[in-house]
């Protein structure tokens, strides 16, 4: 069955830096595109970035770009998010997520929970 | 990358049939019909109930169902069971400029 396990999330403070990790198990993972979404505590889905399935085409969210970079290594059945200057406004719950080949998020992992505070 | 606009809210008793907006503009909800609705229990990752719009993953209850018209998507739940109480989240494609975008949520009360 489709697995996603995230780890990597922590405290670290404002303006350091932080990757996130997630392993990916019981599909073809070369075959789909991944998400990182997040959510900050007592709010909403906030969509932050992708990455095609070859690795060749990123899109992030204005309020990450320059500051966060998503990649993958398709031989480890990895996708990673490497996060720096971060501020208190990035205090949230991590997750990524299988994007289901229609530009949707069809399985996702349980979260990693990132704190940023001095 | 402004959210597509949900209500905050939606409330009704068991048996009873939902149905909870998204609205967006022309340059996402309009012109894609990569729309797609997440449930999200309390401390759980979301789960996929629609997408493009009107499917369905396997599994999931034929009592959800989506549509849209224009700019505004909807998803319908009929006969309400306590289990529906959840929160709700709507997501389009926003194209290569906007990409993607969520929707600002939807609690689901079974009274």
């Known amino acids: 069955q489709v697995q996603l396990v995230e780890s990597g999330g922590g405290v670290v403070q404002p303006g350091g830096s932080l990757r996130l990790s997630c392993a990916a198990s019981g599909f073809t993972f070369t075959g789909h595109g991944m998400h990182w979404v997040r959510q900050a505590p007592g709010k909403g889905l906030e969509w932050v970035t992708f990455?095609?399935?070859?690795?060749?085409?990123?899109f992030y969210a204005d309020s990450v770009k320059g500051r966060f970079t998503i990649s993958r290594d398709n031989s480890r059945n990895t996708l990673y998010l490497q996060m720096s200057r971060l501020s208190a406004e990035d205090t949230a719950v991590y997750y990524c997520a299988r994007d289901g080949n229609g530009y949707n998020f069809d399985y996702w992992g349980q979260g990693t929970r990132v704190t940023v505070s001095s | 990358q402004s959210a597509l606009t949900q209500p905050a809210s939606v409330s009704a008793s068991p048996g009873q049939s939902i149905t909870i907006s998204c609205t967006g503009t022309?340059?996402?909800?309009?012109?894609?019909?990569?729309v797609s609705w997440y449930q999200q229990h309390p401390g759980k990752a979301p789960k996929l109930m629609i997408y493009?719009?009107?499917k369905r993953p396997s599994g999931v209850s034929d009592r959800f169902s989506g549509s849209k018209s224009g700019n505004t998507a909807s998803l319908t739940i009929s006969g309400l069971q306590a289990e529906d109480e959840s929160d709700y989240y709507c997501w389009s494609y926003g194209g290569s400029a906007t990409f993607s975008v969520f929707g600002t949520g939807t609690k689901v009360t079974v009274l």
């Open positions: 990455i095609r399935y070859d690795g060749t085409t990123k």
């Open positions: 493009e719009v009107s």
């Open positions: 022309s340059s996402d909800v309009g012109s894609y019909n990569f």
